[in-house]
């Protein structure tokens, strides 16, 4: 019961409530013991003027005894004109512990009497004084036990901590039956159309239709409301783009075979003797190429998602060097001056292979942009560390992105920064820099050139000075 939102308001109001009546019920205890000891005081003020009104002062003992018993005291002192006067007296079973002058005690000393009465109290004589009605002296002083008032006491705080816990209970079911009504209920039709939406959420009869009557319940209902409408067409896009990616994987499979069929034979035109075929056949094969590239980077996104990095030592410079040299050797005939900007003995912790991938995507798209202008064509990688990121930057001289490319950048099937081009290098680019914790940017692009960057955190991807090194193999050789 406690494990639900009813239980735990019952149980609060419940304590929260007794906690309540507890600071109430200190000073009402105190109150308790005055009113106690000052009823005292005015029956022995009543019983001592009955002694002060026979003649001479003198009654019958059982007379005196039957008086102090009613005014429930064991002896009685009045002060009058500057006497003190001991007017009724019985013998005490024991001597006095306390004293209490209630003329000039305040509320922390009287609460203080009180706690001290309810938790050492007992089998003690006490003095109390006090002043006496109506003018019937200066002070009159009473001797009592204090077990019968300690009894009363006791009694009375129970009755109070009982009707406080009826009034506790009484509350708390009143505000149980408040929150089932006004917040179970919204709730629990929240849930209940939660699992429903959860079972058959391609059924618009499934999205909640907002009811609630309380302005905080019906805006939750009612962003619900939205979010399982947008999340149904969210879904309803997928499947399409699903079910066309399936359709585009196949036809680009068939027309990859297709192209490579076709590109073999184009290859036979370079050796016609019809010199309009040989000047003809390079731009048919290029244009083949880049249409079985095209069909090979479709297959390849259509995959499923790229697996985890799994970080390594690697050294920069080299990665880049392997980059550079196979753009070399797939275009014997590049007219690009590809320069390595890092440092020698940089080592950087990533995945390899990714890394791999994400550069020579770049560096192959800096070299397709610069194929219209082929004069003066340079593509320069390099490498900054600061603090908490490590930045790698690939630079060409091209004419930059077009602007259709840079509102698509990144973006597949739409980002392609040449004619022809399908924008799934730089989306796989990125997509393999965020499994790194990082970003793949466009920092600039001008007429001059342009700049991307890959930013990874510091965590990921750290640079190793020769002075790591060097400090790195002395401490190995104290070791040893």
């Known amino acids: ?21 507890i600071l109430i019920f200190v000073p009402t205890v105190a109150r308790f013991r005055v009113d106690y000891l000052q009823e005292r005081l005015e029956r ?8 002060l009104a026979t003649p001479n002062d003198m009654i019958h003992p059982e007379l005196e005894q039957e008086l102090l018993a009613n005014a429930g005291v064991t002896n009685i002192v009045l002060r009058r004109d500057f006497m003190r006067e001991l007017v009724l007296s019985a013998p005490m079973q024991s001597m006095i512990s306390e004293t209490y002058d209630l003329r000039d005690a305040g509320p922390i000393m009287l609460i203080r009497d009180a706690l001290d009465l309810l938790v050492t109290g007992g089998d003690r004589m006490i003095r109390t004084i006090g002043l006496p009605v109506q003018g019937g ?11 019968p008032m300690r009894e009363a006491l006791i009694r009375y705080g129970i009755r109070i901590l009982g009707l406080s816990l009826l009034i506790s209970i009484i509350t708390a079911s009143l505000l149980l039956i408040t929150v ?14 939660m699992a429903a939406f959860r079972d058959d959420f391609q059924n618009p009869e499934r999205v909640i239709r907002p009811e609630s009557t309380l302005r905080e319940f019906r805006s939750a209902e009612q962003a619900m409301s939205e979010m399982q409408t947008h999340l149904m067409a969210a879904i309803k896009e997928k499947d399409r783009l699903a079910a066309l990616g399936e359709a ?26 019809d010199p309009t075929v040989r000047r003809t056949a390079p731009k048919l094969i290029n244009s083949l190429d880049r249409a079985v ?53 940089t080592r950087i912790e990533a995945d390899p292979e990714q890394l791999y991938r994400i550069l020579l995507n770049l560096v192959r798209n800096a070299r397709q942009a610069m194929e219209a202008q082929p004069d003066n064509s340079k593509i320069t990688i390099g490498c900054q560390a600061s603090t908490g990121e490590t930045c790698i930057t690939i630079t060409d001289t091209g004419p930059g992105l077009p602007t259709k490319a840079i509102e698509h950048l990144f973006k597949p099937f739409q980002g392609g920064q040449r004619r022809g081009g399908s924008g799934l290098g730089l989306a796989i680019s990125a997509e393999l820099v965020r499994g790194h914790g990082g970003r793949l940017e466009l920092h600039e692009t001008t007429t001059a050139g342009t700049t991307f960057r890959i930013v990874l955190p510091a965590r990921d991807l750290r640079v190793v000075t ?9 401490r190995m050789g104290g070791d040893r």
């Not at 585009?248 to 003797?273: F, W, Y």
């Open 293 to 345: 590239n095209l069909c090979e980077s479709t297959l390849s996104f259509g995959k499923a998602e790229e697996a985890s990095p799994e970080p390594r030592i690697v050294d920069l410079h080299s990665l880049v060097s392997d980059v550079f040299d196979a753009e070399l050797l797939e275009r014997e005939d590049c007219f690009v001056e590809y320069t390595n900007a890092v440092i020698q003995k």
């Open 180 to 193: 089932k009504r006004f917040i179970g209920g919204p709730i629990t039709r929240v849930v209940a159309n």
């Open 137 to 147: 002296g200066t002070a009159i002083e009473i001797t009592l036990p204090e077990t």
């Open 466 to 474: 020769d002075t790591d090194i060097s400090r790195l193999q002395t």
């Open 44 to 51: 022995a003020q009543i019983a001592s003027l009955s002694i």
């Open 248 to 273: 585009v994987a196949k036809i680009s499979h068939d027309l990859r075979n297709m192209l490579t069929t076709a590109t073999l034979m184009a290859d036979r035109l370079e050796g016609s003797a």
């Open 1 to 21: 019961m406690f494990n639900s939102l009813a239980g735990r308001v019952l149980a609060l109001t419940v304590i929260f409530v007794m906690v309540a009546e």
